[in-house]
RNA sequence: GGCGGAGUAGCCAAGUGGUAAGGCAGAGCUCUGCAAAAGCUCUAUGCGUCGGUUCGAUUCCGACCUCCGCCUCCA
């Protein structure tokens, strides 16, 4: 039994074997975001995304180092600069503020490194450099390209994640005035000279001033961090080309990576969602920031357990339809495991296998969640009977508690103990029981509805009522 | 036009060459003073359409229909 992953680069799925020759450690690497917005539910799909990845590694085994880029330079960002009149720290800092809570508010684990683009200038001029060395870069006009034709020519092949005829590239409408000087339209720029329109955004360099090309940060910050070879890199389905295409062009291109040892050994990538049907579009009313959601009263974890039902090569229909059933779907987890903590005494010899086992055959087939899913609400299924039967031991509720916080170390959306129930609604409670042997239910009810204001329910369950958190 | 992905119940969504996981919603039941909550049970003769291969197809093959993505802004 071992994990398999699809992988971008042999469109199969494979065993997952990590170029650590102890087979333990394993560098991760995804695009993250470029911070000139709120991030939007598509975004944070492919965050929870490669967070399930990651998770998935360690609850495996795995030692995991998870790099996740900041691009806080960039065209968008550098004209929404200009437009609010302020500093590149100022605008990105805002917005990198946000991720940092969002991911928070999804249950991210925190990537071990967020390398910022503006803080690694220098190895992207190295790595510039190196490529001019080699061959593959040209200077037009200040600014630095990258030639397919030489790189080609030297026996490399562009194209390894996509099937690019290269001759057909539909091109031409949408190249930007300031690369006209590109010996070929599919050329790509590793550095871009400063214009006037770039205001105080530039930073010196050997071919003057000017700033890094889109792609070439995710080289040099990946192979600074995780060596020029590593295991994974993530990204969303829209970065196969030509963003991951062309970082693979430039990594092997300057570092002439042998074949047994590629810049990446696998490259995963995540479906984007539709929502309500629908491409995500502002002017169709069905454009979400997570902060949207937020308003709209869903939570963090309503929102991830949503992201996780479906699997991550698929696109997926996001609706608040959906959300609405996740926060029925996560009472249902909650109640559960709500009663195993109650009933749970000791410390369990171990996690109860079968809910583990289950959950780990479907994680391995290419993180098949939907079927690991199932095996968590048959499990819940399974432990309800036994609680009806009252059937299960202090024992073996702690054994099944602690299988259940074993995969939720992957699935990270908690079932956190509940509530202390505070003395006076404790009282209210006991009121309204006295008031109900009493037989005075007029009584009772005034009691259940004064709860009520204040935000507590009573169910009144064979074994006696129980108060509970609206 | 090129390349790729997908169509499974009211909705979301797994899966398999041998007779359809799971969740939401819905229905019935249990419990209850009533209610709520919770739980249990049930809910697709069917897997876009039409052909083909096969003892057998939702699964493989072909054609067609529809939707989506990429083809230098994109998660």
């Known amino acids: 039994m071992a994990l398999r992953l699809f992988n971008t680069l042999s469109r199969s799925v494979q065993e997952f074997v990590p170029l650590d020759p102890q087979g333990r450690k394993v560098g991760l690497y995804c695009c993250g975001p470029t911070v000139y917005d709120f991030g939007h539910i598509g975004n944070f799909r492919t965050f929870v995304f490669a967070d399930l990845v990651r998770r998935y590694l360690e609850f495996r085994g795995f030692e995991v180092t998870h790099v996740m ?83 080609r020519a030297a026996g490399n092949r ?34 871009k000279a400063r214009v006037p329109e770039d205001g105080e955004v530039f930073w010196p360099s050997p071919w003057g001033e000017g700033r890094p090309g889109w792609h070439i940060e995710c080289s040099a910050m990946s192979m600074k961090l995780l060596g020029e070879s590593f295991d994974l890199h993530l990204g969303g389905e829209d970065l196969v080309f030509p963003h991951h295409e062309d970082e693979i062009a430039q990594s092997e291109g300057g570092c002439g990576h042998p074949a047994d040892r590629p810049f990446v050994k ?70 559960c495991t709500g009663k195993l903590r109650a009933v749970a005494v000791g410390a369990a010899a171990g996690p109860a296998p079968a809910l583990v086992d289950r959950f780990t055959a479907a994680m391995d087939d290419d993180l098949n969640v939907s079927a690991a899913w199932a095996a968590v609400f048959d499990w819940v299924r399974d432990q309800n009977r ?44 006991e009121a309204r029981q006295a008031a109900r042997k009493a037989k005075d239910f007029a009584r009772a009810d005034t009691v259940r509805d004064e709860l009520k204001a204040r935000g507590w329910t009573i169910e009144d369950t064979p074994k006696g009522p129980r108060v509970k958190r609206l």
């Open 158 to 191: 562009y194209g390894k994640l996509l099937n690019l005829n290269l001759d057909e590239l539909r091109t031409g409408e949408r190249v930007a005035n300031d690369e006209y000087a590109k010996e070929s339209v599919a050329d790509f720029a590793l550095w």
């Open 386 to 429: 036994r609680f009806a039967e009252e059937s299960i031991t202090p024992a073996e509720a702690a054994a099944e508690l602690a299988a259940w916080e074993r995969i939720d170390s992957v699935l990270g959306i908690g079932g956190e103990a509940e509530e202390a129930v505070p003395a006076d609604i404790l009282a209210l409670a």
């Open 266 to 335: 696998y490259w995963l990538h995540g479906a984007h969602l539709l929502v309500e049907g629908k491409k995500m579009s502002k002017s169709l009313g069905n454009f979400f920031t997570l902060r949207d959601l937020l308003d709209k009263g869903f939570t963090g974890r309503e929102i991830r357990h949503l992201l996780l039902t479906a699997y991550y090569r698929e696109s997926f229909n996001f609706t608040l339809d959906g959300l609405t059933g996740a926060r029925s779907a996560l009472a249902r987890i909650d109640e």
């Open 69 to 151: 880029n900041i691009t806080d330079v960039e065209d968008k960002i550098i004209r929404r600069v200009g437009e609010a009149g302020t500093t590149l720290a100022e605008y990105t800092g805002r917005y990198e503020q946000a991720f940092l809570e969002d991911s928070e508010t999804l249950g991210l684990r925190a990537p071990h490194h967020r390398p910022r683009a503006t803080e690694h200038i220098g190895p992207i001029i190295g790595l510039i450099r190196k490529l001019e060395k080699r061959g593959f870069a040209y200077v037009a006009d200040g600014s630095v390209y990258f030639s397919i034709e030489r790189y």
